[in-house]
Nanobody, 116 residues
Framework: QVQLVESGGGLVQPGGSLRLSCAAS????????MGWYRQAPGKQRDLVAR????????YADSVKGRFTISRDTAKTTVVSLQMSSLKPEDTAVYYC?????????WGHGTQVTVSS
């Protein structure tokens, strides 16, 4: 089992920045991907960004150039998502995810609201 604890999120004005962090614990040795998904009301949960244990990254087209995912160099099970130039359409619940083998683990989610 893998436990994920998220922090960050909140209310920000358009054009602003926020940073989300996620710490994994438990059976962490087989984690290959960690990342962030988001789900807006009435929509499906979609990938925002992910990073592999080797450091390769993937981003949704809608966030490329604005969001950056990274791993803590000392604690490789801590992943952060730096979000800049935020838009109202970025408003959603953001979920941390960890993939271990064929199992996806999820955090409880953190609300990000972009509004003036």
């Amino acid at each position: 089992q893998v436990q994920l604890v998220e922090s960050g999120g909140g209310l920000v004005q358009p054009g602003g920045s926020l940073r989300l962090s996620c710490a994994a614990s438990g059976s962490i040795f087989d984690i290959y991907y960690m990342g962030w998904y988001r789900q807006a009301p009435g929509k499906q949960r979609d990938l925002v960004a992910r990073i592999s244990s080797g450091g390769s990254t993937d981003y949704a087209d809608s966030v490329k150039g604005r969001f950056t995912i990274s791993r803590d160099t000392a604690k490789t099970t801590v992943v952060s998502l730096q979000m800049s130039s935020l838009k109202p359409e970025d408003t959603a619940v953001y979920y941390c995810s960890a993939q271990s083998g064929t199992t996806n683990y999820w955090g409880h989610g953190t609300q990000v609201t972009v509004s003036s």
